[in-house]
């Protein structure tokens, strides 16, 4: 039988492998390993067109580089799908995301290749320079310590800092900045126009490298050479570009703008680069979803458009019957738009995920009161608190997991002013394929902590709309938080008529005899499900949705112990420090004594999975709290039992 010929990709285990190749087989290799990726990601989903936007950078990096030796990091992280492949998990790709798969980012723990874990952005340039300055210190002056990082992701102030420092520390760095001029969304800010700016005038770079290149044939001298080189390209400079170039100004030394699709001009000024001392940044222009025309002509869609036919480019749609609840983004979109419609004071601001909030539709509708501050979550958060002192009413939606990047402003700039921010944390609780990076598990908690916040969670679509409504009425005077799920409600008619929920108290859904369950959020339409199913056993338990875990509604706690023995909380985070600490530390505040059970996430780092498959393992899903009632019961019954033959 005909043998079939390897293709080139099918020869490489790792970069070892692919410096045998030839240059000239460089850009076959990126044909093969952008084919690969389309055709992995089209029947198994995960992020798009970023990873085919550095299909030449990474093959370029690995041919040129060291690695693992030299540390290479990749930002966000969502962009290192052809990293993974030629670092030997071309064969388990297929499992990419997938519970107990291989992650979607980066992770030291699944790679010696992965020189550090990302998954939030912007962290690339300050892990590359403690890498580069603990080399230094090692005496490793081979060493090279590269960070990939976005147009997107180098807007974040962390980046900024990094570049702050790195610009004093005599280090090996390379900072590469792949430019596509987007984010998730097209990317904004003044960074941004300037980026433009140094690609249309790319003039001066080109007639300094060739300057540069003429210069080194010239015979070096030592110093003296160097030095009449520093000093004649920084006359050119002053000469040719009427405004210092915004990177060599930090002192780090400039390279590009370069076409990031050029894997052959990648290599060779990788090469050139390698060699030269000090900190260093390479501006590469890229097309996000190259190579793909659906995906470099709708590049926010194809960031992430889940499973397509890659011959047609249709996207795959779940086909499910009858009317679906919709997403709590686009309840949370759609209400923001009604209430700012009747209420000129309200604005609105994502730190640049602006279709994942779905605040687009506000931004379509209102662009002059809505604001996408890139990704810019600290910035997002006291620029709230600052409109919030001039009497704006501010919705700031941040997942819950990028919130963890605002926090001290959270703390020292809204919640120590008494600040009427409403936070609206969209991701809160697991979020299943991004994994453990993304899942929105610890707000309960790190909020739960600080004096004056109002922390609340919908049950469904009609009280997340409540829950807004009641948080924009004039008189608010404290900061109120509205955490929601990634995903789908359970109410296809959700427009629902607005109404004020009174502050700190919860709801009955359900009278019960046997047991109590108290739930937080979203995870109450899976113990409801699970009453329900009791039910049909003979068991009869009471639902409480509390809807806020601070204030708590201490009424309706002292109802349930002075009724119920044994109790189950129910939350979509981690149970430390959550709404069943809370009511553990009610129950001992007005010494009562009851069974209570914990239900949420367990204190252990969680991977990624399908969220219903993430809510089993944790054990909050309808049957896992059905199997706590259960055995709850059943403890009480022996015991009764025991009771019973002792007073005889
Ligand atoms: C702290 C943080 N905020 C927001 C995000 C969501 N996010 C993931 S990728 C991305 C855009 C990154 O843009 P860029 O760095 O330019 O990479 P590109 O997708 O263009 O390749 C954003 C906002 C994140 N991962 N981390
Ligand atoms: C890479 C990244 O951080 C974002 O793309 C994130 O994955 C978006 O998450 P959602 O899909 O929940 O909007
Ligand atoms: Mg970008």
Same mark, same amino acid.
């Given at each position: 039988?005909?043998?079939?010929?390897?293709?080139?990709?099918?020869?490489?285990?790792?970069?070892?492998?692919?410096?045998?190749?030839?240059?000239?087989?460089?850009?076959?290799?990126?044909?093969?390993?952008?084919?690969?990726?389309?055709?992995?990601?089209?029947?198994?989903?995960?992020?798009?067109?970023?990873?085919?936007?550095?299909?030449?950078?990474?093959?370029?990096?690995?041919?040129?580089?060291?690695?693992?030796?030299?540390?290479?990091?990749?930002?966000?992280?969502?962009?290192?799908?052809?990293? %993974?492949?030629?670092?030997?998990?071309?064969?388990?790709?297929?499992?990419?995301?997938?519970? $107990?798969?291989?992650?979607?980012?980066?992770?030291?723990?699944?790679?010696?290749?992965?020189?550090?874990?990302?998954?939030?952005?912007?962290?690339?340039?300050?892990?590359?320079?403690?890498?580069?300055?603990?080399?230094?210190?090692?005496?490793?002056?081979?060493?090279?310590?590269?960070?990939?990082?976005?147009?997107?992701?180098?807007?974040?102030?962390?980046?900024?800092?990094?570049?702050?420092?790195?610009?004093?520390?005599?280090?090996?760095?390379?900072?590469?900045?792949?430019?596509?001029?987007?984010?998730?969304?097209?990317?904004?800010?003044?960074?941004?126009?300037?980026?433009?700016?140094?690609?249309?005038?790319?003039?001066?770079?080109?007639?300094?490298?060739?300057?540069?290149?003429?210069?080194?044939?010239?015979?070096?001298?030592?110093?003296?050479?160097?030095?009449?080189?520093?000093?004649? $390209?920084?006359?050119?400079?002053?000469?040719?570009?009427?405004?210092?170039?915004?990177?060599?100004?930090?002192?780090?030394?400039?390279?590009?703008?370069?076409?990031?699709?050029?894997?052959?001009?990648?290599?060779?000024?990788?090469?050139?680069?390698?060699?030269?001392?000090?900190?260093?940044?390479?501006?590469?222009?890229?097309? %996000?979803?190259?190579?793909?025309?659906?995906?470099?002509?709708?590049?926010?869609?194809?960031?992430?458009?889940?499973?397509?036919?890659?011959?047609?480019?249709?996207?795959?749609?779940?086909?499910?019957?009858?009317?679906?609840?919709?997403?709590?983004?686009?309840?949370?979109?759609?209400?923001?738009?009604?209430?700012?419609?009747?209420?000129?004071?309200?604005?609105?601001?994502?730190?640049?995920?602006?279709?994942?909030?779905?605040?687009?539709?506000?931004?379509?509708?209102?662009?002059?009161?809505?604001?996408?501050?890139?990704?810019?979550?600290?910035?997002?958060?006291?620029?709230?608190?600052?409109?919030?002192?001039?009497?704006?009413?501010?919705?700031?939606?941040?997942?819950?997991?990028?919130?963890? !990047?605002?926090?001290?402003?959270?703390?020292?700039?809204?919640?120590?002013?008494?600040?009427?921010?409403?936070?609206?944390?969209? !991701?809160?609780?697991?979020?299943?394929?991004?994994?453990?990076?993304?899942?929105?598990?610890?707000?309960?908690?790190?909020?739960?902590?600080?004096?004056?916040?109002?922390?609340?969670?919908?049950?469904?679509?009609?009280?997340?709309?409540?829950?807004?409504?009641?948080?924009?009425?004039?008189?608010?005077?404290?900061?109120?938080?509205?955490?929601?799920?990634?995903?789908?409600?359970?109410?296809?008619?959700?427009?629902?008529?607005?109404?004020?929920?009174?502050?700190?108290?919860?709801? $009955?859904?359900?009278?019960?005899?046997?047991?109590?369950?108290?739930?937080?959020?979203?995870?109450?339409?899976?113990?409801?499900?699970?009453?329900?199913?009791?039910?049909?056993?003979?068991?009869?338990?009471?639902?409480?949705?509390?809807?806020?875990?601070?204030?708590?509604?201490?009424?309706?706690?002292?109802?349930?112990?002075?009724?119920?023995?044994?109790?189950?909380?129910?939350?979509?985070?981690?149970?430390?420090?959550?709404?069943?600490?809370?009511?553990?530390?009610?129950?001992?505040?007005?010494?009562?004594?009851?069974?209570?059970?914990?239900?949420?996430?367990?204190?252990?780092?969680?991977?990624?999975?399908?969220?219903?498959?993430?809510?089993?393992?944790?054990?909050?899903?309808?049957?896992?709290?059905?199997?706590?009632?259960?055995?709850?019961?059943?403890?009480?019954?022996?015991?009764?039992?025991?009771?019973?033959?002792?007073?005889?």
């Amino acid at each position: 039988m005909k043998k079939t010929k390897l293709s080139l990709l099918d020869q490489i285990n790792n970069p070892t492998d692919l410096k045998k190749l030839k240059r000239s087989q460089l850009p076959q290799l990126c044909d093969e390993l952008r084919e690969f990726i389309i055709e992995t990601v089209s029947r198994h989903g995960g992020h798009f067109g970023a990873s085919l936007g550095t299909v030449e950078l990474t093959a370029a990096l690995h041919y040129v580089m060291n690695t693992p030796y030299d540390q290479l990091i990749w930002d966000v992280g969502h962009q290192a799908y052809g990293h %993974k492949i030629l670092t030997g998990r071309r064969d388990t790709f297929h499992t990419n995301r997938k519970h $107990k798969g291989i992650s979607g980012f980066p992770r030291r723990e699944e790679s010696v290749y992965d020189a550090f874990g990302t998954g939030h952005s912007s962290t690339s340039i300050s892990a590359a320079l403690g890498m580069a300055l603990a080399a230094k210190l090692s005496g490793q002056h081979d060493k090279q310590h590269i960070a990939v990082i976005g147009d997107g992701a180098m807007t974040a102030g962390m980046a900024f800092e990094a570049l702050n420092h790195a610009g004093a520390s005599d280090t090996n760095l390379i900072v590469i900045l792949n430019d596509n001029c987007m984010s998730i969304d097209q990317n904004v800010g003044a960074l941004k126009d300037y980026l433009t700016h140094l690609t249309l005038t790319g003039t001066y770079n080109k007639f300094r490298k060739n300057v540069g290149k003429t210069i080194t044939k010239l015979p070096l001298v030592g110093e003296r050479s160097k030095e009449l080189l520093h000093r004649t $390209k920084s006359g050119i400079k002053s000469m040719l570009s009427e405004q210092a170039n915004f990177f060599e100004a930090l002192n780090l030394r400039y390279f590009g703008p370069l076409d990031g699709h050029d894997v052959l001009k990648l290599v060779e000024t990788l090469q050139y680069m390698r060699h030269i001392p000090g900190p260093k940044l390479l501006h590469v222009i890229t097309t %996000k979803g190259k190579g793909y025309a659906p995906a470099e002509q709708e590049k926010t869609l194809w960031h992430f458009p889940g499973l397509f036919d890659k011959v047609t480019g249709k996207i795959q749609k779940a086909i499910i019957d009858g009317p679906q609840p919709p997403k709590y983004q686009d309840v949370f979109g759609h209400s923001v738009v009604e209430l700012a419609e009747r209420n000129d004071k309200i604005v609105g601001i994502t730190p640049a995920m602006l279709s994942g909030s779905s605040l687009k539709f506000m931004m379509e509708k209102m662009p002059e009161r809505t604001f996408d501050v890139g990704i810019c979550e600290q910035h997002a958060v006291t620029l709230a608190a600052g409109l919030a002192t001039q009497g704006m009413t501010v919705f700031c939606n941040i997942y819950s997991s990028f919130m963890q !990047r605002g926090y001290d402003q959270l703390v020292h700039d809204v919640v120590l002013q008494q600040l009427p921010v409403i936070f609206c944390l969209d !991701r809160g609780g697991l979020v299943g394929e991004d994994g453990a990076t993304h899942h929105g598990i610890y707000d309960i908690s790190y909020s739960r902590c600080l004096p004056g916040l109002i922390i609340s969670a919908p049950m469904n679509e009609s009280e997340l709309r409540n829950l807004m409504y009641t948080a924009q009425l004039s008189g608010l005077t404290q900061p109120f938080m509205i955490r929601y799920p990634r995903g789908q409600g359970v109410m296809p008619n959700w427009r629902t008529p607005f109404r004020k929920i009174k502050i700190g108290t919860g709801r $009955k859904i359900r009278e019960g005899r046997d047991l109590a369950i108290l739930s937080f959020g979203h995870p109450g339409n899976f113990a409801l499900e699970a009453c329900e199913e009791l039910e049909a056993d003979g068991v009869n338990v009471a639902l409480f949705d509390m809807r806020f875990v601070k204030p708590i509604d201490k009424h309706l706690l002292h109802h349930v112990f002075q009724h119920y023995r044994q109790l189950i909380t129910v939350e979509d985070g981690t149970i430390i420090g959550g709404l069943g600490s809370a009511v553990l530390e009610f129950m001992a505040i007005n010494n009562y004594h009851a069974d209570v059970r914990i239900l949420g996430v367990p204190d252990r780092i969680v991977e990624h999975g399908k969220v219903t498959e993430l809510h089993k393992e944790c054990g909050f899903d309808k049957d896992g709290i059905k199997a706590v009632v259960k055995e709850m019961l059943q403890q009480e019954r022996i015991i009764q039992k025991l009771v019973k033959h002792e007073s005889l």
